[in-house]
């Protein structure tokens, strides 16, 4: 039997313990919410960690056994610890996927491997989204209807300062008017980097069973196909290692 993916979900763990409606949608935790319903797939092995553990719950350890970090934070960005970030860096660059979900794009650890501002426009209004299908056949919307439709969700929209992704995989349409790209890839290093914009903390959107199918495909897809303990060189080169240009004819 094939091992399972280890998948850490990791939460800033606030608007939950200080915020009744949040609670009410999510009473052990977005994390937990999240795990359960990954840690229901036989091939899936879900585990949480928090920022108000040691190391913000994503010490080495941790993540040497983390084939694919999931990511949610919103209220308290700047309260993750340079060194973590550093750490989970290192890690996707050697082969661990990372989901980072949400509000997440102003993280710390997706505005490091961006390079950018990851600004974007918001709105708060509990509309309707529709999510379309911008690349047919792709493993992350296997068995993923289009569009997909939230009745209630915030809004984001364009600009959305980040590089210009690898892949387009959803775009999301709101009852306003706008647009945004919902779920994108990237590579950096070894890993694999999908960002997925649903996702809000007063509503359920989590418990919506397409959302969880597209983030069980999402894992899948980051999963890394092989060795993670991966190094790649930096070294100096004298002027006589150089490779010489060919000859001219």
């Not at 509309?127 to 209807?145: D, Q």
Request: contains cysteine; neutral net charge.
């Amino acid at each position: 039997m094939a091992e399972k993916i280890r998948v850490t979900v990791w939460n800033e763990y606030r608007h939950e313990r200080e915020i009744p409606k949040v609670a009410a949608i999510y009473p052990q935790g977005i994390h937990a919410a999240l795990a359960a319903a990954l840690g229901a797939q036989a091939d899936i092995a879900a585990a949480t960690a928090t920022l108000d553990e040691a190391d913000n719950g994503l010490g080495e350890k941790v993540l040497a056994a983390t084939d694919v970090l999931m990511w949610w934070g919103h209220k308290v960005h700047d309260a993750v610890a340079d060194a973590t970030v550093d750490r989970v860096q290192t890690a996707v660059l050697k082969g661990m996927g990372l989901i980072v979900l949400h509000s997440g794009h102003y993280s710390k650890i997706f505005r490091r491997l961006m390079g950018t501002t990851c600004q974007l426009m918001w709105r708060e209004a509990g509309e309707r989204e529709l999510l379309w299908t911008a690349r047919p056949g792709h493993p992350i919307l296997a068995g993923v209807p289009n569009p997909v439709v939230l009745e209630h969700t915030e809004m984001y929209g364009e600009p959305f300062d980040i590089p210009e992704p690898d892949e387009t995989v959803l775009i999301s349409s709101f009852a306003g008017g706008e647009v945004f790209r919902s779920g994108i890839t990237y590579r950096r290093g070894a890993g694999k980097v999908f960002y997925f914009r649903p996702g809000h903390e007063t509503y359920p959107i989590y418990h919506d069973p397409v959302v969880q199918r597209i983030l069980i495909n999402a894992v899948r897809w980051a999963a890394p196909s092989g060795s993670m303990a991966i190094e790649l060189p930096c070294r100096k080169m004298n002027w006589w290692q150089q490779p010489k240009p060919p000859a001219a004819r």
